[in-house]
């Protein structure tokens, strides 16, 4: 059999795509290779936090050229906040020149290294320091401390963060993760954390803040006739206590849902206006600490408008996801915080089309995913609406200029048998702070949203003008003064203090509350007689 010229050109020409495919896939695992291990990066970082909340920083970065022709020409460090102030860098040989790129909460400082270090196992060591007021915050007597991680710190071989805090030491403490070592250096608490790339640091010291809140509601009624109208006291939760200072005019009663709120109830005549002002101190707790009056169980397969828990998109995600924590980092990690649309009127997208469209969402939309999601998995799960004090409301966004407030989810958690808040959004806009292991000092819960998904209206909804704000909250200057009286007429507990009473006897009463006390049937003439001769006969012959 004769081989052609053409049969040679179309053998050899196959054969010059195969070598130049495997050269290219060659060329591309090699640089890939290559790019991964073209440095070393030694990260060491130390924080100094002063009793005022002052932190001054300093970032040790070593980075060592692990191929002789390539060496670091530029560096970048990206980490959460836009009050840096401050800024020194320098290497070896002296200061160096940088750029800084603030927005929307992130500061990005570009560096150009103008002597760099060149060949195999050569070292540029950078140093970086600043100072900030935004990682710590002081609320009351308790100090929160939020140090979030660096953009590039997963790249690093080692990484050490050393964090100094000035006057906590005789303060309770949460540290979420968990240091390796502790030490004291005279008025300085001294934590050491090695490893630990991809988590932020939080410490929260202190025991509880007390707020002092004073809320404006209006009712109204244009009717014909007379109603009954109610609307919603921030409750007692797991999170927080209450204690009322004074309500004008006072409410007829305060009865409980099933969700734990303290429902306000009002006689109004017709087509009449009613405005109430409520003064009342919430004590808020950073984990679980208090009595939880509300009922643990919820029908997790309750049609409602936002969380569409059966939706098959949902059930499949859910599934996956499984537990309560992966939940909130899969929201966390996958949503996007709308910053323009707190200040607009933007109506509430529910759970289902904030997961099919994460992008621009707000924190009802994470709460709605969240709550969705958990109990689409059976797992039982709620909204709560309510208040975040922070100073810093870019990175803990809401809108304090009107009264558009705060959401995030709680879930039941069967081995603590507890109702457990977490907070995937400012778990997203602080740069990966954990609000999922334990919630912080400045949130306060208005109303919670279990067996329906929008009632009761929080603190700032019953009005008629939406620009004219009816919440102040401000940190108490002084401790409530508690009030326990009661009284019981005709065979009904009444409640006239200004906490809740919570015993075996009654249960649980709000302030205001009443509850109908259990009758003992009278006992008949025949076991009166046989009591009294069970007395004399254990008197007169008492047992050996």
């Known amino acids: 059999m004769s081989i052609g010229i053409c049969d040679i050109l179309i053998f050899m020409k196959k054969i010059f795509l195969i070598f130049l495919l495997f050269t290219c896939q060659f060329l591309l695992v090699t640089a890939k290779a290559s790019a991964i291990s073209e440095f070393s990066t030694n990260f060491n970082s130390l924080y100094i936090i002063s009793a005022s909340g002052k932190a001054n920083i300093t970032h040790t970065i070593i980075l060592k050229n692990n191929l002789a022709q390539v060496y670091a020409k530029d560096y970048a460090l990206t980490t959460t906040g836009d009050n840096i102030k401050n800024i020194t860098i320098s290497d070896e040989n002296g200061p160096i020149n940088y750029t800084v790129n603030t927005k929307k909460g992130v500061t990005i400082i570009s560096i150009k290294i103008t002597n760099p270090a060149i060949g195999k196992d050569k070292e540029k060591i950078l140093t970086i320091n600043y100072e900030t007021d935004a990682i710590a915050e002081i609320i009351g007597p308790t100090i929160t401390i939020n140090i979030p991680r660096l953009a590039r710190s997963n790249e690093a071989t080692s990484y050490t963060r050393v964090v100094k805090i000035e006057g906590v030491t005789n303060l309770p403490s949460i540290i979420y993760p968990k240091p390796s070592n502790f030490a004291l250096e005279g008025d300085f608490a001294v934590y050491t954390f090695a490893g630990h790339q991809n988590d932020s640091l939080s410490f929260l010291f202190g025991q509880s803040v007390t707020y002092k809140l004073n809320l404006n509601?209006?009712?109204?009624?244009?009717?014909?006739?007379?109603?009954?109208?109610?609307?919603?006291?921030?409750?007692?939760?797991?999170?927080?206590?209450?204690?009322?200072?004074?309500?004008?005019?006072?409410?007829?009663?305060?009865?409980?849902?099933?969700?734990?709120?303290?429902?306000?109830?009002?006689?109004?005549?017709?087509?009449?206006?009613?405005?109430?002002?409520?003064?009342?101190?919430?004590?808020?707790?950073?984990?679980?600490?208090?009595?939880?009056?509300?009922?643990?169980?919820?029908?997790?397969?309750?049609?409602?408008?936002?969380?569409?828990?059966?939706?098959?998109?949902?059930?499949?995600?859910?599934?996956?996801?499984?537990?309560?924590?992966?939940?909130?980092?899969?929201?966390?990690?996958?949503?996007?915080?709308?910053?323009?649309?707190?200040?607009?009127?933007?109506?509430?997208?529910?759970?289902?089309?904030?997961?099919?469209?994460?992008?621009?969402?707000?924190?009802?939309?994470?709460t709605d995913a969240f709550v969705a999601l958990a109990r689409s998995a059976n797992i039982e799960s709620r909204e709560i609406n309510g208040y975040g004090f922070t100073k810093n409301s870019l990175l803990q966004p809401q809108n304090v200029t009107t009264d558009i407030l705060h959401a995030w989810p709680e879930y039941f958690d069967e081995s603590k048998k507890a109702w457990i808040s977490v907070d995937p959004t400012w778990g997203n806009t602080t740069g990966g702070i954990d609000y999922f292991h334990k919630l912080d000092f400045s949130h306060i819960a208005f109303v919670r949203h279990g067996e329906e998904d929008s009632y009761p209206l929080p603190a700032g909804a019953y009005k008629t003008n939406s620009t004219v704000k009816s919440i102040d909250i401000q940190v108490a200057q002084s401790d409530p003064q508690e009030n326990t009286s009661s009284e019981i007429k005709n065979d009904i507990f009444y409640n006239t203090g200004n906490v809740a009473i919570q015993n075996d006897t009654v249960g649980y009463v709000p302030p205001y509350g009443s509850v109908k006390l259990l009758s003992h049937k009278p006992l008949s003439l025949y076991d009166k007689i046989k009591n009294i001769c069970a007395k004399l006969f254990s008197k007169f012959y008492p047992q050996q």
């Open 217 to 366: 509601y209006e009712l109204r009624n244009k009717q014909l006739t007379a109603i009954e109208s109610e609307f919603a006291l921030p409750p007692d939760t797991a999170y927080q206590h209450i204690v009322i200072d004074n309500i004008t005019p006072p409410p007829q009663n305060i009865f409980l849902d099933n969700d734990g709120n303290w429902l306000a109830r009002y006689k109004l005549n017709s087509q009449t206006k009613l405005n109430i002002k409520a003064s009342l101190y919430a004590t808020v707790y950073p984990n679980p600490t208090l009595y939880d009056p509300s009922k643990n169980i919820i029908k997790n397969n309750l049609k409602n408008k936002y969380w569409d828990s059966n939706s098959s998109m949902i059930a499949d995600l859910s599934t996956r996801l499984k537990n309560p924590e992966n939940i909130y980092n899969y929201i966390k990690d996958n949503f996007t915080y709308n910053y323009n649309g707190i200040n607009s009127s933007e109506s509430r997208k529910g759970a289902l089309v904030a997961l099919t469209i994460p992008t621009n969402v707000l924190c009802t939309e994470f």
